[in-house]
């Protein structure tokens, strides 16, 4: 949306790529020579930005893949969730991106959301189960907005950047300082090298350890100096996208007045949430410590926006909370804002209002990705059976004590001749029916609510109680199965 901001970004790669290299450099210097006064910091320096580059390959390489799964993220699928699916579509769409991100959920209960991705055309989307469990549609699509904006804005890929440099910088210092534990034999090492007199051996390990303790802070930071701004403008993105100040503003506090930990979160992975996940509610130190801007005044600035949407008033609002004409958007960017009348709210959902109902339905999305099985008794009673039954295992209804088998898509034949069952795992190539009439498969839906069954080649789909769609493709085979009501 903001080339000069895109191209800033850029530039500030590699500035923070230069800065860091060089804090990593000393400090691999300083901890080699500790042990070994002669060779040790060249030696220091080699592991140092080798380390470095592994890092950094393996970020290019699957970088996104390896923080979505420390952070506990699973993807799922339109069937599983249409409502965050169509907002993630919608705001696609209004961000222009090149290509649909991918959506992926967080098993937590702490409300929080965030986006990854190195460049536009390979990007995702994660939001926590809480979040899910407590944002209207509105709220919803202002916070999947600001994370599109990371994307959008390239901020996702800057944040990668400083997060592989961080983390080397973190590595070495843990490594070293753990190898104290093992002192002696370094100290041996460092006299038979020629390291001098025991005083300046002990001068060397003073600077060392507090070279070690320093540079992580100091890249952080350096951390914190580029992420504050872009969640201004993240947010300034995101109600260009949708209009709509008010969702934003109440979706940041809702997330902010529950106190619950985000166990996934680390040192690394927090400064991509739209929240800060590691301040506590409360805490007097959270606005120097955080890697985010104070969320009040992020609320107050949104808030603010009553005569339009687009990201000149937002330089507006901006101006007038901080009591300053700060200058925040670009200039290319004011230069092209024309305004945008704010739009109604959307009405609202009669069953989203039921919350005993939304923590069930969340609840029940949680197992689906989790791979749980959900089967319903002739008594009407929904059992979500854990991921390691067998699908050939008959589980008795703890109710009526019927026993149930997860049913199994059939075979039908469609043609001139009515469908024909062919078993219960039976497959396309045991097919001996005419050339002339296709067979594919097939399953008849019970209810309205969850339902699990077997393709023909083993693997359990779910059906959600949202899906409405007339086939379903299996991850496994990629067969096609006809979902018939």
């Known amino acids: 949306m903001f080339w000069e901001l895109i191209l800033q970004n850029r530039r500030k790669s590699l500035w923070l790529f230069a800065i860091m290299a060089v804090v990593l450099v000393v400090l691999g210097f300083v901890i080699g020579s500790v042990f ?9 320096i080699i592991l140092a930005m080798g380390i470095w580059v592994f890092l ?3 970020t290019l390489s699957n970088g996104d893949e390896i923080l979505l799964k420390v952070s506990g993220a699973h993807e799922i699928t339109k069937d599983v969730h249409p409502r965050l699916f169509n ?3 919608e705001m696609k769409i209004a961000a222009g991106l090149p290509a649909m991100p991918k959506v992926y959920i967080i098993d937590e209960p702490a409300p929080n959301a965030f986006a990854i991705g190195l460049k536009p055309e390979k990007s995702a989307v994660a939001v926590t189960a809480g979040l899910l469990e407590r944002l209207d549609r509105d709220e919803l699509q202002g916070v999947v907005a600001h994370e599109m904006s990371h994307v959008m804005n390239r901020d996702s890929q800057l944040m990668t950047v400083a997060g592989i440099m961080l983390g080397s910088i973190v590595l070495v210092s843990q490594v070293f300082l753990r190898s104290l534990w093992f002192w002696p034999s370094g100290s041996r090492r460092y006299r038979r090298s020629g390291g001098g007199s025991p005083q300046l051996q002990l001068i060397m390990i003073a600077v060392a350890v507090v070279l070690a303790i320093l540079a992580p802070i100091f890249a952080r930071l350096l951390y914190l100096a580029i992420s504050r701004k872009r969640e201004y403008l993240a947010d300034a993105s995101a109600v260009q996208l949708t209009r709509y100040p008010s969702g934003l503003a109440s979706a940041l506090e809702k997330i902010s007045s529950v ?5 996934a979160a680390n040192q690394v992975t927090a400064p991509m949430y739209i929240v800060n996940p590691l301040v506590k509610k409360g805490s007097k130190l959270s606005d120097l410590s955080s890697t985010h801007p104070p969320i009040t005044r992020r609320i107050k600035i949104l808030r ?4 339009g949407a687009d990201i000149g008033s937002y330089q507006k609002a901006f101006s007038r909370v901080h009591r300053k004409s700060t200058p925040l958007i670009p200039t290319s960017g004011l230069r092209k804002s024309k305004h945008i009348d704010i739009r109604e709210a959307t009405p609202e959902d009669k069953n989203a209002k039921d919350d005993k109902k939304t923590q069930r339905d969340v609840m029940d999305l949680m197992r689906a990705v989790n791979d749980y ?7 009407g009673l929904k059992m979500k059976l854990p991921p390691e039954l067998s699908e050939d295992e008959t589980v008795s209804c703890p109710r009526c004590g019927r026993g149930n088998k997860i049913p199994v898509a059939e075979l039908e034949t469609i043609g001139a001749v009515v469908g024909v069952s062919v078993g219960p795992r039976a497959t396309a190539q045991g097919d001996t029916e005419s050339g002339s009439r296709s067979r594919e498969l097939e399953y008849v839906r019970k209810g309205r609510g969850w339902e699990t069954f077997a393709c023909a080649c083993g693997r359990l789909l779910q059906l959600s109680p949202a899906f409405s769609g007339q086939e379903l493709r ?3 085979c990629g067969k096609r199965v006809r979902i018939k009501y």
Request: glycine share 8%; net charge negative.
């Open 56 to 58: 950094t390959l393996l």
């Open 474 to 476: 299996c991850k496994s």
């Open 36 to 44: 070994d006064a002669e060779r040790g910091g060249i030696a220091g």
């Open 373 to 379: 099985a959900f089967m319903v008794c002739v008594c």
């Open 87 to 89: 907002v993630v579509e």
């Open 259 to 263: 106190d619950i930990q985000l166990e």
């Open 304 to 307: 603010s926006m009553t005569s």
